[in-house]
C-alpha cells in the first residue's frame, strides 16, 4: 500500500517531463518562436536566478495576504449566509433572489464597478477576492444543512437542544464536508481572482508581474512568474487537502 502510494504520481510526472523535453525540442528546432516561448531550461535557469536574489518572496506574499485575507472574509460570509438560509426557511425566503441574481455573474466582471467604489487599493482586491469565494461555500453550505438526517434532528429536539446549540454542534459539524468541498474549489477561485485584481489595478504581487513583464517583453522573466504561480496553488491545494483529511479523520473509523 506504501509503495502503491509512492508511485501513484508517477504516471503524472512522466506525461509532465515528456511535456517539457517536447518543449525543449520544439523551440531548438525552431518551431516555437523563442520571443513567444523560451526554452523551459531557459525558464529554469531565470527562475533559478530569481530564488536565489530572494526576488521571489516579497511579491508572492503580497499575493498570499491578499488571497488568504479574502478567502477567510468570503469564507465566512459563505458560511453563515448558508447556515442561516438552511436553518430559518425566513432568511431563506429573504436572501435568495439576492444570491440568485448575483451568483451566476463572473465574479471577474465585478472588479471593473468596484474599482470605482473602491479604488484600486487593497480594499477592492480584497472585496473582489471574498466575493468570488462566497458563494460556492455558501451554496454548499446551504445543501449540507439541507442533507442533515432528520432523525438525528428529531432527536436533538427529544433531548431538549436549543436551537443555537443543535445548529453548532449537529448541523454544522454533519454538514461539514460539503463546506470544506465549497472552501477548495473557492481556494482555487481566490487565487484567479486575486491575480486578475492585481493585474488590474495592482502596484505588486505576482499578478502585476506577470503582466509588468509580458509588456516589456521580458518574456523569460513572464514565464518563471507563471511557474511560481502555479507552484504556489499547488502547494496551497495540497495543504488545504491535508486540513481536510484532519478535519474529517472521524468519517474514516
Known amino acids: ?57 516579497a511579491p508572492m506574499m503580497q499575493t498570499l495576504r491578499l488571497v488568504f485575507t479574502g478567502f477567510a472574509i468570503g469564507s465566512a460570509i459563505g458560511i453563515a449566509a448558508g447556515l442561516a438560509m438552511g436553518w430559518w426557511p425566513a432568511v431563506f425566503r429573504l436572501l435568495e433572489p439576492l444570491v440568485e441574481l448575483i451568483r451566476p455573474i463572473p465574479k471577474s466582471a465585478l472588479v471593473p464597478p468596484l474599482m470605482l467604489f ?90 502585476f508581474l506577470i503582466l509588468d513583464m509580458q509588456r516589456s517583453f521580458r518574456v523569460r522573466d513572464m514565464y518563471a512568474w507563471l511557474v511560481i504561480l502555479a507552484v504556489l496553488g499547488l502547494a496551497l491545494n495540497w495543504l488545504f487537502v491535508l486540513a481536510e483529511r484532519r478535519a474529517l479523520h472521524w468519517q474514516r473509523r
Open 118 to 207: 473602491l479604488g484600486i487599493g487593497f480594499t477592492m482586491k480584497v472585496t473582489s477576492v471574498a466575493l468570488v469565494v462566497t458563494f460556492p461555500v455558501l451554496v454548499n453550505t446551504l445543501q449540507g444543512v439541507r442533507g442533515v438526517d432528520r432523525v438525528m434532528l428529531d432527536a436533538a429536539r427529544t433531548h431538549g437542544w436549543p436551537a443555537r446549540h443543535t445548529l453548532l454542534h449537529l448541523v454544522l459539524p454533519a454538514a461539514l464536508p460539503l463546506v470544506l468541498a465549497g472552501m477548495r474549489i473557492s481556494l482555487g477561485l481566490a487565487m484567479v481572482l486575486a491575480v486578475l485584481s492585481e493585474m488590474l489595478a495592482g502596484e505588486g504581487g505576482l499578478g
Open 1 to 57: 500500500m506504501r509503495v502503491e502510494r509512492l508511485l501513484s504520481p508517477l504516471p503524472g510526472l512522466l506525461v509532465l517531463a515528456a511535456l517539457l523535453l517536447g518543449l525543449e525540442w520544439a523551440v531548438d528546432a525552431g518551431l516555437i518562436r523563442r520571443a513567444l516561448m523560451p526554452a523551459p531550461s531557459t525558464i529554469a535557469l531565470r527562475l533559478w536566478d530569481l530564488l536565489e536574489a530572494g526576488d521571489v518572496w
